[in-house]
Structure formats: C-alpha cells, structure tokens
C-alpha cells in the first residue's frame, strides 16, 4: 500500500492560446522532481479541473505519470460530484497507471453523511485505487463528518485524508478516532496540523517553492519544530496571499511573475485585479522568491 506523507504538489494546468501547455507543464514537472516532492496531484482544485474536459483530463493526468517516470507518487485528481463520473475517471486514472486518486467531497449537490461513505467507499471499492479524500468545505458546501473519515478508514483502500477546513482541531479530532494519514490542505496550516499528528501538506505553494517546503515539512517530520518554524515564519505571508483571490488565480500569477507559465485562465476563472498582482509581487520580493 502506498505511504503517504510528505509535500504533494496541487499542480496547475498551464494553458496557453486556450490549450494545454505541455512545454511549460514539462518544466513545471522537472522543477518537482529535482526538488524531490513525495508526490504530485494533476488535475485538483488548482488544476483547474472543472474547466479541463474528460478528454484532456486523461491526457494532463498520462503526461504527468509518463514525465516523472516513477521518481515520484500520482495522485490524480478524479473526484467528482457524480459517483458514476468519479469512478469512470478513476478507473481511467488506475489504467494509465496513477498511484491513488484525490476525492472531493460531492460538491453542490450536498449529501448526507451516509450519502458520502456510500460514495466514497463505492469509488475506493470499484477501482481498488488508493483513495485520498479531500475535506473541503468552503468549496464543496458541506464537510466531510469525522464519523464519516472514522467509518472510511476502515477500508483497505482509503489511506489517507486532506485536511482544507481550516481547522487543526480536526486533525486531532481524526487522530483521537482512527489511524488514517493526515495531510494539511493550506499551506499556512501546515505547521500547526504536523504539530498535532499530520504527516505532510498538499501545497499550492510548492509550485513556486517545492525545495524550501520539503525542508520544512521533512524537519517536521524529523522533530525540529525550530527549524521548520522558521520556514514557517519566512513564507507565511506568500502562503496567505496565495489566496488572496480564488486558488488557483494567485499562484498561477505568481508563476507567470516567474516566467513558468502564461497567465492563462478558463472562464469563469480570469485574471487577478492590479491591486492583488502588485501586493502578490511585493510578498514574492520580500519572501526572496521573486
């Protein structure tokens, strides 16, 4: 079974003149390898992944496994509100050779506690992938209840949860009911959760600055809370601005401010105002990246 713990990249699809940008998402892939993430998440949240079509979906999700080429673990992003479209991508996911799927809560349609274990163990039981799930209420509408995560992780396939509700307690909420693994959902939580039983983040933020994440996130796990601390410290306000506006706009402004990608949204997704782009490039300034 898979071992989760680490820094799990939330990568951005970069698109350009309305496509795919595979060069750029090349580059954006090495940049994580030679940084040595645990893993990397094509198609979530900052992914754009309501915006990228069935088709490109399997192809973003094939050119990640067939790039890092083993060097680092694929969880692929195929969650969806729909169990019959979460299981059609999943399976395909597992065919083309992912290491375990990313699975939001069911989003808009708001299900009740029994109505999510019902989804999300018919996914994790009909494709055998290792299953993550992904807590996010402030997009899905509802939380996933930690009698829910408690039931699920009783099941061989669910290995782990990410945690994006903006609550620590939670983790030692999970921690106290059952032996899943825990992985912060917000960059700036990142500390706070490892501190009370995570074993790593799924950042945005590593698309800019995979390196000094997985040096802080690995002194954690090592037990040198002042050293990772520090790094905390250091990046705390580029963590919190990344959000500045709806993820993924400001990290990918970041990432053009840096020259890895175009600043390339799909609608309803555009461009971040002035205001936000010159505060976003102050932070980036004096946190040394930019």
Same mark, same amino acid.
């Given at each position: 079974m898979i071992d989760i713990r680490?820094?799990?990249?939330?990568?951005? %699809?970069?698109?350009?003149?309305?496509?795919?940008d595979y060069e750029s998402f090349g580059r954006i892939l090495d940049k994580q390898v030679e940084a040595r993430v645990a893993g990397v998440i094509?198609?979530?949240?900052?992914?754009?992944?309501?915006? /990228?079509?069935?088709?490109?979906?399997?192809?973003?999700? +094939?050119y990640t496994i067939e790039k890092v080429a083993g060097r680092c673990q694929v969880i692929a992003g195929t969650g969806a509100n729909s169990t019959a479209e979460a299981i059609r991508l999943t399976k395909e996911a597992k065919e083309l050779g992912a290491d375990a799927t990313l699975q939001v809560t069911p989003y808009y349609n708001k299900p009740t506690?029994?109505? $999510?274990?019902?989804?999300?163990?018919?996914?994790?039981?009909e494709v055998g992938l290792p299953v993550v799930l992904y807590n996010v209420p402030g997009r899905a509408g509802v939380p996933i209840p930690v009698d829910v995560v408690e039931r699920l992780s009783a099941n061989p396939n669910v290995v782990a949860v990410k945690e994006a509700a903006g609550s620590v307690d939670r983790v030692s909420q999970i921690r106290s009911r059952c032996d899943i693994a825990i992985l912060s959902g917000d960059d700036s939580l990142t500390l706070? $959760? $490892?501190?009370?039983?995570?074993?790593?983040? /799924?950042?945005? +933020?590593?698309? &800019?600055?995979? %390196?000094?994440?997985?040096? $802080?996130v690995d002194a954690a796990l090592n037990g040198d809370f002042r050293a990772a601390a520090d790094l905390?410290?250091?990046?705390?306000? &580029?963590?919190?601005?990344?959000?500045?506006?709806?993820?993924?706009?400001?990290?990918?402004?970041a990432m053009a401010m840096l020259g890895y990608l175009e600043p390339e949204f799909r609608l309803p997704m555009c461009r971040m105002t002035d205001a936000h782009r010159d505060k976003l490039r102050e932070t980036l300034v004096k946190c040394e990246v930019l």
């Open positions: 680490g820094v799990y990249t939330a990568l951005v %699809t970069p698109f350009k003149n309305g496509k795919v094509p198609v979530g949240t900052t992914g754009e992944s309501p915006t /990228v079509d069935f088709k490109e979906h399997g192809e973003v999700i +094939a506690p029994e109505g $999510m274990y019902r989804h999300f163990s018919t996914v994790a039981d706070p $959760m $490892m501190s009370v039983g995570a074993v790593g983040v /799924v950042s945005v +933020a590593s698309n &800019l600055i995979p %390196t000094e994440l997985c040096h $802080m905390h410290r250091k990046y705390y306000q &580029l963590f919190v601005d990344l959000f500045i506006e709806s993820n993924p706009i400001p990290v990918k402004e």
